[in-house]
T-cell receptor, first 113, second 112 residues
Framework: DAKTTQPTSMDCAEGRAANLPCNHS???????VYWYRQIHSQGPQYIIH???NNETNEMASLIITEDRKSSTLILPHATLRDTAVYYC??????????????FGQGTTLQVKP | DAGVIQSPRHEVTEMGQEVTLRCKPI?????LFWYRQTMMRGLELLIY????????DSGMPEDRFSAKMPNASFSTLKIQPSEPRDSAVYFC??????????FGSGTRLTVV
């Protein structure tokens, strides 16, 4: 699976949009981009995933560049409860999918009042 | 659905003792994963199962660790004998194979 690079930490003001970047320059054509977050002491929580089109759900939006070498997770109106470590992961899917999800160090997002 | 259920939530044991961690995955999920999390090493994948069969155990640190999945609704991770460096939070997760994983609340293990 391709390696990802994320900033170690970021701050965001409450009520503002939080934009979390991720670089995955070695991503392959069959690899998806997944985002998870981990709030202190809890298990990681799935947020969103995508292949090449932008995706949106009730939690966030995922913007993937046309060359797929980077992506941005957007939390449109960050709240204090969004303070967490955010993980960007690339993972192959398909009939031979091994199912493995490998976590890096992630980005610690601190939402401030 | 109650989600992925892990037990116990906390475990404190003495070095050399056997420790068994338990996991009940979400019904219908074909994949089950065991992860370990420490401050130094982050989240590490230990082993995962597909349809109750171990697929990849390359992350299991050593022979003291073993995992089983006797049926689709239950899995165990055993450490025998336990050592202080095994202290960590152990997470179980399950997945239907497509989409995201669902993680349990974890077991915080302390070996003294």
């Amino acid at each position: 699976d391709a390696k990802t690079t994320q900033p170690t930490s970021m701050d965001c003001a409450e009520g503002r949009a939080a934009n979390l970047p991720c670089n995955h320059s070695t991503i392959s054509g069959n690899e998806y981009v997944y985002w998870y977050r981990q709030i202190h002491s809890q298990g990681p929580q799935y947020i969103i995933h995508g292949l090449k089109n932008n995706e949106t759900n009730e939690m966030a939006s995922l913007i993937i560049t046309e060359d797929r070498k980077s992506s941005t997770l957007i939390l449109p109106h960050a709240t204090l409860r969004d303070t967490a470590v955010y993980y960007c992961i690339v993972r192959a899917r398909g009939s031979s999918n091994t199912g493995k999800l490998i976590f890096g160090q992630g980005t610690t997002l601190q939402v401030k009042p | 659905d109650a989600g992925v259920i892990q037990s116990p939530r906390h475990e404190v044991t003495e070095m050399g003792q056997e420790v068994t961690l338990r996991c009940k995955p979400i019904s219908g999920h074909d994949y089950l994963f065991w992860y370990r999390q420490t401050m130094m090493r982050g989240l590490e994948l230990l082993i995962y199962f597909n349809n109750n069969v171990p697929i990849d155990d390359s992350g299991m640190p050593e022979d003291r660790f073993s995992a089983k999945m006797p049926n689709a609704s239950f899995s165990t991770l055993k450490i025998q004998p336990s050592e202080p460096r095994d202290s960590a939070v152990y997470f179980c997760a399950s997945s239907p194979g497509q989409g995201g994983y669902t993680f349990g609340s974890g077991t915080r293990l302390t070996v003294v």
